[in-house]
Antibody
Framework: QVQLVQSGAEVKKPGASVKVSCKAS????????IHWVRQASGQGLEWMGS????????AYSQKFQDRVTISSDISIDTAYMELSSLTFEDTAVYYC?????????WGQGTLVTVSS | QSVLTQPPSVSGAPGQRVIISCTAS?????????VQWYQQFPGTAPKLLIY???NRPSGVPDRFSASKSGTSASLAITGLQAEDEAFYYC????????????FGGGTKLTVL
């Protein structure tokens, strides 16, 4: 069965960077886009960007494009999302999701806490 | 600020029918872009309920249906059950805005 398993919770200081991984299994990893979506506590879903693994094509939300890098390593079926220059407002759960126009499968989420 | 607008909350009694709306600018939903709906319980990842405006993935009860007309979409839940109490998000896409993928602000469904 299709699974997306994300790395564990992170605590970072303001100004630091965080890199979250998303390990795919149960399907041909290069064949489907991977998206990253975040959700602050009590808030809605916010799209950050996406990656087409087999072409290394990326698309980013204008809000994050200066700070986010989405990448993949197809040899280990894993996607990554790195967010730099963290502020307290970046405290959120970060999800990876599979799909192009809609997201049938989601990772379990990774809590990133920015704290001094 | 989301360009897909949903009501913050809706409510209904068990067995009733509720509708959640999703209104967009003409550049996304109105341009023929499909609309998706997700259900999310606190502390869990969203679950796809409807894709391409009115299609249900396998396993989603037919109590959930959706439609799209012009620049608006809606999710209907019939035969409301206590376990339907959750947050619901619409989602579409538009390559002309600040990012191809758009989410609505979310609607909290309360079963009275």
């Amino acid at each position: 069965q299709v699974q997306l398993v994300q790395s564990g919770a992170e605590v970072k200081k303001p100004g630091a960077s965080v890199k979250v991984s998303c390990k795919a299994s149960g399907y041909a990893f290069p064949a489907f886009d991977i998206h990253w979506v975040r959700q602050a506590s009590g808030q809605g879903l916010e799209w950050m960007g996406s990656l087409t693994p087999d072409r290394d094509n990326t698309a980013y939300s204008q809000k994050f494009q200066d700070r986010v890098t989405i990448s993949s390593d197809i040899s280990i079926d894993t996607a990554y999302m790195e967010l730099s220059s963290l502020t307290f407002e970046d405290t959120a759960v970060y999800y990876c999701a599979r799909g192009t126009y809609y997201f049938s499968y989601w990772g379990q989420g990774t809590l990133v806490t920015v704290s001094s | 600020q989301s360009v897909l607008t949903q009501p913050p909350s809706v409510s209904g009694a068990p067995g009733q029918r509720v509708i959640i709306s999703c209104t967009a600018s003409s550049s996304n939903i109105g341009a023929g872009s499909g609309v998706q709906w997700y259900q999310q319980f606190p502390g869990t990842a969203p679950k796809l309920l409807i894709y391409a405006s009115n299609n249900r993935p396998s396993g989603v009860p037919d109590r959930f249906s959706a439609s799209k007309s012009g620049t608006s979409a809606s999710l209907a839940i019939t035969g409301l059950q206590a376990e339907d109490e959750a947050f619901y998000y619409c989602q579409s896409y538009d390559s002309t805005l600040s990012g191809p993928v758009l989410f609505g602000g979310g609607t909290k469904l309360t079963v009275l």
